[in-house]
T-cell receptor
């Protein structure tokens, strides 16, 4: 248990489906992040939230829609995805200010068929 | 434009020997660097970090070296153990702003042979 919990662990969805990824942390952190990990690519930052407010959208297509109802929960809503969106989606949290490492969840392995 | 580069996708080392993983960065504004370790089917876990005011940080078997003039850092693992076999990610960030945005490299797969 890392302190950051992601559900589901695996997800297979069709291109016309709508699904959501969930992330939860009970570390008292103020910042939460979504990263995408594709094969042979760096971990790509998608979104940053600080105190529930989105502070960064790294040019992510609108078919990915984040939601942060409070500092402990982060969602990634998915709709009309493409097969190239298949990847490992990682959630992370950090205290927020200052130079701290992230605590990552185990990720959701997404396959778009 | 990849700001953090790990040019070796994989490394194989004998148990008990030294593992050296390398990382280069291009953004001179980065002032804090981290190494993460990732096992299959798990998220990355924090391993060790270094601030730009230092050139070395040691934690048990793990030592990170920073060469600011060369924009290069390396992770040394001595002695290497089979349980160290994992993907190692280098990450960098710069102080300032409300959140510390980590920029990651592509990772190096370390295999420690018994």
């Amino acid at each position: 248990e890392t302190g950051v919990t992601q559900t589901p662990r695996h997800l297979v969805m069709g291109m016309t489906n709508k699904k959501s990824l969930k992330c939860e942390q009970h570390l008292g952190h103020n910042a939460m992040y979504w990263y995408k990990q594709s094969a042979k690519k760096p971990l790509e930052l998608m979104f940053v939230y600080n105190f529930k407010e989105q502070t960064e959208n790294n040019s992510v297509p609108s078919r990915f829609s984040p939601e942060c109802p409070n500092s402990s929960h982060l969602f990634l809503h998915l709709h009309t995805l493409q097969p190239e969106d298949s990847a490992l989606y990682l959630c992370a949290s950090s205290p927020g200010t200052g130079n701290y490492g992230y605590t990552f969840g185990s990720g959701t392995r997404l396959t778009v068929v | 434009d990849q700001q953090v580069k790990q040019n070796s996708p994989s490394l194989s080392v004998q148990e008990g020997r030294i593992s050296i993983l390398n990382c280069d960065y291009t953004n001179s504004m980065f002032d804090y660097f981290l190494w993460y370790k990732k096992y299959p089917a798990e998220g990355p876990t924090f391993l060790i970090s270094i601030s730009s005011i230092k050139d070395k940080n040691e934690d048990g078997r793990f030592t990170v070296f920073l060469n600011k003039s060369a924009k290069h850092l390396s992770l040394h693992i001595v002695p290497s153990q089979p349980g160290d076999s994992a993907v190692y990610f280098c990450a960098a960030t710069r102080e300032g702003g409300a959140t510390n945005k980590l920029i990651f490299g592509t990772g190096t797969l370390l295999a420690v042979q018994p």
